[in-house]
């Protein structure tokens, strides 16, 4: 392969690693164009799965360790262990320039701070931001902060507004996304002091890479109006955590109100494309692959519990990141 994009992977974090990690890998290859996969773990654990998906060797290095960071481990205490487990090689790969990107499914704390002791922030950007893919009526929206952070400024929020539009930028291609600020009412006198600030200094300037919105309140985060939605970590975790739940709940009611009786049998099979369009429309797998952003590489977290499919759907998301160079767009933006 000529210049390939190569992603590192922890190998051994996660639910049912490294069996799902190197399903995810194949169902990836399948798609993907000029990839290859610097993969970190136990060999005698991942060569067989290898082997038993006919992976090529030609898209894959594989780098023996038997060392990791398991997922009751504290993020200091999976620092402090050492620097040969697989998502620290995973990581320092990045460092090296020996991959563009990097994926885990494993530990979310040690994730964050192995990254931010191996990697350097970006220039004029004081805190990083968690942000993901959150689903609207007219298509995907990035959401962040959503946990990284609980206390922000609005310096915070405006560099969040930038590296989120640059985020959904190099994924999407949009010209110019529209951005919002999560708030308790959509009047612009209505929020915090934080809030208030950052709305007046979004008002203020005209920024090349999007146009600013104003407010959005958390029942309109869904209908598709805007692009990138602003909040600290711990307004943006509560609405994550509320919409993740609240779609467990949909769903486990509409599958017992159609299991329950024959008629509701009946009228599941008569429905049944809708309902398959519904719940892949709330399949968290699709929308797997949060984005810590401000750090000078691309750090991309996997939902621990995900399967194979989801896992495939976080690399996806690391090179679509990498082909729309992420990390240049907020470089050329940020003041």
Not at 62 to 86: C, N, P, W, Y
Not at 305 to 314: H, K, L, M, W, Y
Request: proline share 2%; charged share 25%; net charge positive.
């Amino acid at each position: 392969m000529n210049n390939p994009i190569i992603i590192a992977i922890d190998a051994m974090g996660g639910d049912n690693s490294p069996n799902k990690i190197i399903e995810g890998i194949n169902i990836h290859s399948k798609s993907a164009e000029n990839i290859k996969y610097k993969i970190f773990g136990d060999k005698n654990l991942i060569f067989p799965l290898i082997k038993k998906y006919n992976i090529k060797n030609s898209i894959y290095d594989l780098i023996h360790t038997d060392k990791i960071v398991h997922g009751e481990d504290t993020a200091l205490s999976a620092a402090k262990r050492g620097k040969d487990t697989s998502l620290w090689l995973s990581i320092e790969s990045l460092k090296k320039d020996d991959a563009q990107a990097i994926v885990s499914a494993g530990n979310t704390g040690a994730l964050f701070l192995i990254s931010k002791l191996n990697l350097k922030m970006i220039e004029n950007i004081d805190k990083p931001a968690l942000s993901a893919l959150w689903p609207s009526k007219k298509g995907m929206n990035v959401v962040l902060d959503l946990g990284a952070n609980i206390e922000c400024n609005s310096k915070n929020l405006v560099d969040f507004s930038i590296m989120g539009s640059a985020l959904h930028k190099a994924l999407f291609n949009k010209d110019k996304p529209k951005v919002a600020l999560l708030n308790i009412g959509s009047e612009e006198l209505k929020g915090n002091a934080v809030i208030k600030d950052t709305y007046q200094l979004l008002s203020e300037k005209k920024y090349n890479l999007f146009d600013f919105k104003g407010y959005i309140e958390g029942n309109n985060i869904m209908e598709g109006d805007v692009n990138v939605i602003v909040s600290d970590g711990f307004t943006g975790n509560i609405a994550l955590k509320t919409a993740e739940g609240t779609s467990n709940f949909i769903i486990s009611e509409l599958k017992k109100a159609f299991n329950e009786s024959l008629s509701g049998k009946v009228s599941s099979l008569i429905n049944y494309r809708n309902l398959k369009k519904f719940k892949d429309k709330l399949d968290p797998r699709l929308y797997n692959g949060a984005i810590l952003l401000g750090l000078n590489k691309p750090v991309i977290k996997s939902h621990g519990s995900t399967d194979s499919i989801g896992f495939a759907n976080s690399l996806k998301v690391c090179e679509k990141i990498i082909k729309g160079k992420l990390i240049d767009q907020i470089n050329n933006n940020i003041n």
